[in-house]
């Protein structure tokens, strides 16, 4: 066990070869990428499930929330792909490797900085690519069904614009806490969580 990690710390902290350079940074992208991939499934999921559950209190007659008139089948099918869909998101972000950047030792916080904002801006063009696939085939779907697509196309928008300028930012100040205020390091991926909820939110 100690041979293993001595092993991971000269791959991290090694940077006088080229290979051991390649494998510096292709462990810094595999821990960004699953990171911000995760925290963005969080996000699309909990919208999902959120807008799951309005739409069966719509059902009910208890919110007003969807401007069309639904059937009860159209709505209780509407509520159960969404649910289904948004649960799905949640337990692939559950089984990845979410914190794994907090995990990351040897790297200088520009590092991870950088590293996080290339992996949330390559997630966010992944799910505007969804979003354009999902998008042809809409035709007589229910309007919770659209919203819910719609749902993809802001959170991918908000992980190219919002989270590069206020969630990476915010989370990197929470790893850099000083000791008096150690409690809040472990709070960077539930800060990006937060702040890219609400940029999604705002742009939907």
């Known amino acids: 066990m100690r041979g293993s ?35 963005g499934l969080m996000v699309l999921g909990s919208l999902l499930v959120g807008l799951s559950i309005a739409v069966l209190l719509e059902g009910f007659g208890i919110v007003d929330a ?9 709505t209780l099918i509407s509520a159960i792909v969404l649910a289904v869909v948004g649960l799905f998101c949640l337990g692939v972000a559950s089984e990845g490797p979410l914190g794994r950047g907090r995990q990351l030792v040897g790297f200088q916080p520009w590092e991870i900085g950088i590293g996080r904002t290339l992996a949330v801006f390559v997630a966010g063009l992944l799910g505007l690519l969804v979003y354009q696939l999902i998008t042809g085939a809409l035709d007589g779907v229910p309007i919770p069904v659209v919203k819910g697509v719609e749902g993809i196309r802001a959170v991918s928008v908000a992980g190219m614009t919002v989270m ?41």
């Open 66 to 74: 969807i401007t069309e008139e639904l059937s009860t089948g159209a």
């Open 164 to 204: 590069p300028l206020l969630g990476v930012p915010l989370s990197l100040l929470a790893r850099l806490a000083p000791d008096p205020y150690a409690w809040a390091r472990p709070a960077d991926i539930p800060i990006m969580f937060v702040v890219w909820t609400v940029g999604t939110m705002v742009i939907l």
């Open 5 to 39: 990690s001595e092993r991971y710390g000269r791959i991290v902290t090694d940077t006088h070869s080229t290979p051991a350079l390649v494998k510096r940074y292709a462990i810094l992208g595999y821990g960004t990428i699953g990171t911000m991939g995760d925290v």
